[in-house]
């Protein structure tokens, strides 16, 4: 039950179409790639996901639980990494996680050991009381992994988080994630960089406000490379 | 502990902390104020007279009279600043951290709502402590009922500065709120004049004055001040937050599309 599923979901800004009837499971424990060019519709279903928007059709399922009948208990399951950096730059790395683990009703002795927990993991501890403004990049992202963990959420959505990041921060944060679906989070992972994605990942991939393909990485490549394939289906339905 | 109290805590203490590293906000919000005080009744002393108008018992100089409006002035313009912190906050994505929180959304606005309250009626208080010292005080036991005056006040300014946020697209369109909110709340209240001053002179903007929820704010300082509950001010003042603060909500729900695109 620590899975995702989204069922013919559909959202419109307006006359535009954003998502047109999008379905899909993410099993628990599965590490999913939500692949699409920019202006698919990802950010859009994060917003879904997230109840940052409401879907007007369709139903979302956070590890068992719908996002519009129990909306709390849903949220409770969920850990989020925004494509835009939401660290407060003026307080502490500490101070950030602090304040992310009371909105989630972590306090006290309880909320440090978390917190201590989660930086170390991310080898983020030694720098704890830094400002988060003092940090490059790298460490911001994954102060702000370290701060989506603290609730032990079942189900990790990840909107892009290796944008603007260097090679090595970018395998660093990739290959970490990919440790954490294995070790039983269920992730999923919005990107249009092919080299992040491993062939045994699940792959949704949406274009156009639809669901294209969905599958493993190497069925849906097939012969070609995964970058080639990707670019195959997105070019030709745009054509 | 509670969730609820926890996220409270934890909301307030961070707008407190946000405060704290303004200090040219905090400047502002007492010079401001403070120049009208010093500078404007100075010179308005003479030309504007007062009769015995409750809640006072005596005449009164202008400086005593425009006190409570400046302590409304300060919490106005928090409000408003509480306001754009908001619109920044969610140009910034930090909203979006606070939206996807397991508590009901209504809960964090309002912590926020209260943290925002906080920080005006602590303002308030620097501002009566500077003003005392230029030897402008009210009966001692005047400072302490006003807190809750100055919380009901807080409260309805704070929901008006919610409300705004929720309208407002983008940070660049704030100058604009402000021009035709602030100013207009303001000027046409009690805050620098009573309203038969107004009513002398126009019957139409008495009206508009007397319908103002600045207006009913600023007497029910007034009052407080002087150890005196206005309660048709205070009904006004609740009713103005009430009404506030249930469209501020409104506008910050999921199901608002036209807002949620903007979260």
């Known amino acids: 039950m620590g899975g995702l599923e989204v069922f013919e979901v559909s959202y419109a800004y307006g006359s535009r179409v954003a998502l047109q009837n999008v379905s899909f499971k993410v099993p628990p424990a599965t590490f999913c790639a939500l692949l699409g060019p920019n202006g698919a519709g990802k950010s859009t279903l994060f917003n879904l996901l997230t109840r940052l928007f409401s879907a007007p059709s369709g139903r979302i399922e956070i590890a068992g639980y719908d996002i519009e009948i129990n909306p709390r208990i849903a949220l409770s399951q969920l850990g989020v990494v925004f494509q835009k950096p939401t660290l407060d730059l003026d307080l502490t790395v500490r101070q950030n996680l602090k304040y992310f683990a009371a909105l989630h009703g972590l306090s006290g002795a309880k909320a440090d050991k978390r917190i201590d927990l989660c930086l170390d993991r991310l080898d983020m501890l030694e720098r704890s009381g830094e400002k988060a403004r003092k940090l490059n990049g790298g460490h911001r992202r994954r102060a702000e992994i370290a701060r989506a963990l603290l609730p032990e959420p079942k189900v990790l959505l990840l909107d892009e988080p290796t944008v603007g990041l260097d090679a090595a921060a970018r395998r660093g944060i990739t290959d970490y994630v990919h440790d954490l679906a294995k070790q039983g989070t269920t992730v999923l992972w919005a990107t249009h960089l092919t080299d992040e994605i491993r062939p045994e990942d699940h792959i949704v991939l949406l274009h156009q406000a639809r669901v294209c393909a969905t599958g493993t990485a190497m069925s849906f490549s097939g012969e070609l490379a995964l970058q080639d394939r990707f670019l195959q289906m997105t070019k030709a339905s745009s054509s | ?263």
């Open chain 2, 1 to 263: 502990m509670n969730p609820f109290v926890t996220s409270f805590q934890a909301i307030v203490y961070r707008e407190a902390l946000r405060f704290i590293q303004q200090r040219e906000r905090f400047v502002a919000a007492l010079v401001r104020p403070l120049l009208w005080l010093l500078v404007f009744a100075a010179g308005f002393r003479a030309a504007l007279g007062l009769s015995i108008i409750p809640p006072y018992q005596t005449y009164i100089t202008y400086e005593v009279y425009i006190v409570p409006g400046l302590c409304g002035m300060v919490m106005l313009f928090n409000g408003m600043q509480s306001s754009l912190s908001l619109v920044y906050d969610r140009e910034m994505g930090s909203m979006k951290l606070l939206l996807t929180s397991p508590l009901p959304r209504w809960w964090l606005l309002f912590c926020k709502l209260m943290g925002a309250t906080a920080i005006s009626v602590a303002q308030v208080y620097a501002f009566l402590a500077i003003t005392a010292a230029f030897g402008i005080v009210v009966p001692p036991l005047g400072y302490l009922l006003v807190l809750p005056a100055l919380v009901v006040a807080g409260l309805m300014l704070g929901s008006l500065g919610l409300l705004l946020s929720g309208f407002v697209r983008q940070l660049e369109n704030f100058a604009g709120i402000m021009n035709f909110v602030i100013f207009p709340m303001f000027f046409l209240s009690s805050a620098l004049y009573p309203l038969w001053k107004m009513a002398e002179s126009s019957e139409i903007l008495h009206t508009i004055c007397a319908v103002n929820p600045f207006t009913h704010a600023v007497e029910l300082i007034r009052f407080a001040l002087y150890g005196q509950l206005n309660v048709a001010a205070l009904g006004w003042t609740l009713l103005a937050t009430f009404a506030f603060m249930a469209i501020a909500i409104y506008s910050y729900n999921p199901n608002r599309t036209g807002i949620a695109r903007r979260g």
